[in-house]
């Protein structure tokens, strides 16, 4: 099926048309004409199934088809972590760039001036991490009474990172007549029972759960002692064919040691993780994306949400303790029907007795 049998307007098929794609994901053939309708959804999907433009090009319909628009955000779109705030706002911008609606983003970690002035000139659509979404209604800079729609990305990954006071908090602020749109990999109980609470008569949409996207991932394993796996990474990175490569530490000193090793190597690289400033996450995140970096070094939450297409391969450097984490992680490459390898190191420490 093609996006032209959706029902979309003629600004949003240009745009995607601009942006190469023809055919919806499953979850945008599922979720698309549900959001045009106006109902509430919950979608089980993690990032990677193109969850964000399932959202973001209905939102941007409904919202062009309300032209000439009132003042106010009308639409939050309410997601844990910067990377993933600042990407789905691209994605507005890209879908939307023949629409006229105006988007904006803000996000912590970051001096506020920027965000309040791009406010200021006035946003249909926000899209915002939580902390700094209180921060900024709590000085006044933003107000969510005109609010239409409400998307809750991530939802599981909010409960993980301990932001689900803070979303609590933003909900009770919201008017109470709204379409909610709620994404979730996972269903923990304590979010379902959020759902529950959230979402009215929510239609369902479910796709490819964690396990089966890992079929286009070719994955294998390598038995190496700890002190052997720095010589194990430079000896496959020799191999050509690996053009961009994620690595995964568990921790952030590992993550800092791994780049230090590659450098010695002649190897560009960097890394990602809670202790590097924004502006050095995003550069290094931009560097790798247009070739300038081949290998990016992360910790399983800075690399959470990262879209890098064409991304060729995951090396677990370490591996992870929770089984879905491996699935998030391998699941960073093989991403939109591309093919993918995952490369694992496992030392007789990480062997489970
Ligand atoms: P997401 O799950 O929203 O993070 O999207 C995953 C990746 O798929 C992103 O790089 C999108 O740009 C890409 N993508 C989303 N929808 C499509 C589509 N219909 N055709 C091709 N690529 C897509």
Same mark, same amino acid.
């Given at each position: 099926?093609a996006f032209t049998?959706l029902?979309l307007? !003629?600004?949003?098929l240009? +745009?995607l ?7 919806p ?5 599922? $979720? ?21 433009? $399932? ?27 910067? =990377?993933? $705030? ?13 629409? /006229? ?7 912590? /970690? ?7 002035? $791009? ?47 803070? &979303? ?7 008017? +109470? ?12 109980? =304590? ?13 369902? &949409? ?7 996207? &890992? !079929?286009?991932? =070719? ?50 690289? +960097? ?33 959470? /949400? ?17 089984? =879905? ?23 007789? !420490?990480?062997?489970?007795?």
């Open positions: 099926m049998k029902s307007i !003629e600004p949003i240009k +745009a048309a601009t942006e190469g794609y023809t055919i994901t499953p979850i945008q053939q599922k $979720a698309i004409p549900l959001v045009l309708q106006q109902k509430d959804l919950l979608g089980c999907a993690q990032t990677g199934t193109g969850k964000t433009a $399932a959202f973001a090009i209905p939102i941007l319909q409904l919202l062009y088809q309300q032209k000439p628009l009132a003042t106010g955000i009308k639409v939050l779109i309410l997601t844990p972590t910067r =990377e993933l $705030a600042i990407q789905i706002d691209e994605s507005f911008a890209a879908y939307g760039r023949y629409t /006229g609606i105006r988007h904006t983003v803000v996000f912590g /970690g970051v001096s506020q001036l920027h965000q309040t002035n $791009a406010l200021k000139k006035g946003a249909d659509i926000l899209v915002a991490t939580p902390g700094r979404l209180l921060d900024l209604m709590a000085q006044g800079y933003i107000r969510l009474d005109q609010l239409q729609i409400f998307v809750l990305d991530e939802a599981d990954r909010m409960l993980d990172m301990g932001f689900i006071h803070d &979303v609590k908090k933003v909900i009770a602020k919201l008017p +109470a007549k709204r379409q909610t749109l709620f994404f979730s990999a996972t269903m923990p109980p =304590e979010i379902q029972k959020l759902a529950n609470e959230l979402l009215r008569h929510p239609s369902k &949409v479910e796709v490819t759960p964690p396990s089966s996207t &890992v !079929e286009k991932i =070719e994955q294998s394993l390598y038995h190496v002692g700890k002190m052997e796996k720095p010589e194990l990474l430079m000896h496959l990175l020799q191999d050509k064919k690996i053009r961009t490569a994620l690595v995964f530490t568990r921790t952030k000193h590992g993550a800092d040691k791994v780049v230090k090793i590659l450098h010695r190597h002649n190897v560009p690289a +960097a890394a990602i993780h809670g202790n590097k400033s924004q502006n050095a996450r995003q550069n290094a995140l931009s560097d790798f994306k247009n070739g300038t970096l081949r290998v990016l070094v992360a910790t399983d939450i800075a690399a959470r /949400g990262i879209d890098i297409d064409e991304l060729t391969h995951v090396f677990n450097f370490e591996l992870p303790n929770i089984p =879905e984490t491996y699935v998030h992680r391998i699941g960073r490459t093989g991403r939109a029907g591309n093919a993918g390898t995952a490369i694992s190191f496992c030392s007789a !420490e990480e062997k489970q007795n």
